[in-house]
């Protein structure tokens, strides 16, 4: 919430609303990473199949799974 509340301009706009609904439903996290203009987004979840709901349109790379 903090980071999207004080960082919120060096998050792309499209990531607004999942943002703030990863953190309302506890469904799945966000985090902006990266610095100097060349950030990227991690997400963190305990379900992959909820983030296939919420992002159906973003390509998504699992890093870990356990």
Known sequence: SIVLKYFRPMIPSEF??????G???NT?????C???GGGY???????LKTI???FP???IEILFEF
């Not at 799945?28 to 902006?32: A, D, G, I, N, V």
């Not at 987004?41 to 379900?47: C, E, K, S």
């Open 34 to 36: 990266g610095s100097g």
């Open 23 to 25: 953190i309302e439903t």
């Open 28 to 32: 799945y996290y966000l985090k902006l």
């Open 52 to 54: 296939e709901k919420h």
């Open 41 to 47: 987004l991690i997400g963190f979840t305990r379900n």
């Open 57 to 59: 349109a973003k390509k």
């Open 16 to 21: 607004h609303d999942l943002w703030r609904k």
